[in-house]
């Protein structure tokens, strides 16, 4: 039997995984799962999105330009101009959501043994685009101290080398929700114009930001212009992951005219997801109100009641629909199976996500874990409820 | 400014991307251009494939599960196993279109370096996604003399190095329609079996077999099971390219657990295309009677015409809606480009592929193009004429 590559080996299981089998037999025997482990929200897809896909009138479903539809394209670079990033739809490929932006950022720039800087914790997916692109992930460390806040840019300097090519950010974070300040941002663009490096802005969730706090992006750090590598989707600013529709969006042609070759060979992006992403454009105000205004209200409900449980820790996050938390607990990877193996309160529990699997540095993140507060009020309330029974519960809990 | 990486600089741009300028100055000029360039069906997409789109009844357009719907795969298996490929769903991962199947597989099964021998001429994307696993396409060479039949195994027996891990073949054939036979499929196996390689069997237009012909897949080679890796499409089967829908299929548990790791970090396959190749799988035979029946038709009108153009070879394809013709031109590639920018006969002219894209072997293919048959009987007609005429015209024609 011939052998599988390194490659394939290296490639990290979804740190959830091991946790699967033990959630499906939780649900055998009864035991309802308050699900906080993924990113999936349950906020309905605009309807102007669902009803351009009721009413196409294709007869086939033809590939589209490899770049996207060039109406999408036209569409989307108004929506970008409107919040001041002035491109236009030369300069925009639509991809296969935002994970095929990364993958083709990542192959456009940076050859293999390369390395980029990332703050950890970070999303647990970069780890295989950089398999897949053989670059190295440098990480950065974060601190729940600060709020998961940039690490100073000492920090980046001291790990800096002749293979570094990049860094890569995500803003508003996944998985800690923070949101990097205007500062911040800019001394990032210093770092990154210094050293003349690529940075990747994987902004996703820019429209998730709360407080009245605005979301200043890498495309707005002035003289970065060809630095800059935008990773955008449409997964969660219209509570559509299913389509696959994202973008890679930079000032730099050769980037571009790199990036194009790698879309070319796959032909198009979904077209159905193209329809959707198009006609979601026009979703009006007052759903990201009413969008925004419900992860608030989720927040605060939720943080509130994390800070009451003893020797837990939550930041109040900033932006996107996650928080890192520390709690008192000897392993946290340990505690979220046991949560699932051996745990009920009044026939339910609930699944986490391990912050180890969001740190490169081994040993980090051993009691914490990441919430994503994807589920209603009344759903959220019970499973923090649930989660203050089961510290009490817990044989590992450390105090 | 930062470098563009060394993958990047390598990526063929598309074959067909020189002559797109040329293609719209004449358009700008008023010439109808008939587009024998690409594999875009005109067919349409079956009508139960698109009222489930149009039906859906979605509220949120979620992730799927990373391998596809399990409904969609038990379907799917069904489909397999009507066909004498024994698989169940859990030996199904549902990809991104053939395009992504084809990545997965080098990513899984070749390490950076190693070689995979593909008969030439051959799809021209293999290129692509080789340059991105960073593995090494090797060609042996077919001939139109022989109707591009496989070469002789020992053609491909001196090809193989330390360094070759694997063979892909397309069959029926794109760029030239060849339908390998049973007997040719066996050699083959017995090549992979002898030397332990991995038989990448890109089977994307499995149905379209002409002439009574019946298509032995690679999954059929007994004793194979473990080595061959089945890359399959709904695109062509069902007219529908766009929605990005093609899977990953082998009884090889170790790929599978391994594909599906590189499947995990890109989260899900299009939720929508899913929908459509779900429902695909109820679309009635008849549809099928009568594409083929088209398909025949068109391919002996354009055989007929094209062989009693004075100097023109094109073989009789078995599959597929391509034949790999040679022209008694100079340059294939100067005649393509000439056709689009120096000729109009009716004030119409057509737009062909030329060969070298599809050849990896320096000067192979200069006196031939790829003409895909995906026009209706009229205008193929037309375009044949158009042809004859150009031919007669052009500057550059070799007696």
Redesign the interface.
């Known amino acids: 039997?011939?052998r599988?590559?390194?490659?394939?080996?290296l490639?990290?299981?979804?740190p959830i995984?091991k946790l699967v089998p033990f959630a499906e037999e939780a649900k055998r025997k009864g035991i309802k799962i308050y699900h906080l482990n993924i990113g999936?929200?349950?906020?309905?897809?605009p309807r102007v999105a669902?009803d351009a896909?009721?009413?196409?009138t294709?007869?086939?479903?033809?590939?589209?330009h490899?770049a996207g539809n060039e109406s999408y394209r036209r569409k989307l670079s108004e929506y970008y101009r409107a919040i001041d990033i002035d491109v236009d739809h030369n300069q925009i490929i639509i991809t296969?959501?935002g994970?095929?932006a990364i993958?083709f950022a990542l192959?456009?720039?940076?050859?293999?043994g390369d390395e980029v800087i990332v703050p950890e914790p970070f999303y647990a997916?970069y780890?295989?685009?950089a398999i897949?692109a053989?670059v190295k992930i440098v990480p950065v460390t974060s601190s729940i101290e600060t709020g998961f806040a940039l690490p100073p840019i000492a920090d980046f300097e001291k790990l800096i080398t002749s293979r570094t090519?990049?860094v890569i950010i995500c803003n508003p974070n996944n998985p800690t929700g923070y949101l990097y300040s205007e500062g911040e941002m800019e001394k990032l663009g210093e770092l990154i114009k210094k050293h003349?490096?690529?940075l990747f802005s994987d902004e996703v969730y820019r429209e998730f930001c709360y407080d009245g706090h605005s979301h200043f992006s890498a495309m707005h750090i002035k003289g970065a212009e060809?630095?800059v590598i935008l990773l955008d989707s449409v997964s969660k600013r219209y509570?559509?992951?299913?389509?696959?529709i994202g973008a890679l969006v930079t000032k730099?042609m050769?980037?571009l005219y790199?990036?194009i070759?790698?879309a070319?060979?796959?032909?198009?992006?979904?077209?159905?997801?193209q329809i959707?992403g198009e006609a979601a454009l026009d979703t009006p105000q007052d759903y990201f109100d009413r969008v925004s205004e419900e992860y608030i209200m989720r927040r605060n409900l939720m943080v509130d009641m994390l800070n009451k449980i003893d020797g837990v820790v939550c930041p109040v996050p900033k932006g996107a629909f996650y928080t890192t938390v520390r709690l008192p607990v000897d392993d946290a990877d340990q505690f979220s199976q046991w949560l699932l193996s051996d745990f009920e309160y009044d026939n339910e529990t609930l699944m986490l996500a391990p912050a180890t699997g969001f740190y490169s540095t081994p040993g980090l993140g051993k009691d914490e874990v990441r919430i994503a507060y994807v589920l209603n009020k009344e759903d959220l309330e019970k499973a923090m409820i649930c989660l203050e029974k089961a510290l009490k519960a817990y044989p590992g809990r450390r105090l």
Chains 1, 2 share one sequence.
């Open positions: 039997m011939p599988i590559s390194e490659k394939g080996r490639m990290p299981a979804s995984r999936q929200p349950d906020i309905p897809t669902l896909i009721h009413n196409n294709l007869e086939v479903v033809e590939y589209s490899s296969t959501g994970s095929e993958l192959l456009s720039c940076l050859d293999p997916n780890n295989g685009f897949t053989g090519r990049g003349d490096l690529y060809q630095n509570s559509a992951c299913g389509v696959r730099n050769d980037i790199t990036a070759k790698f070319q060979a796959r032909l198009s992006p979904p077209s159905l997801g959707v």
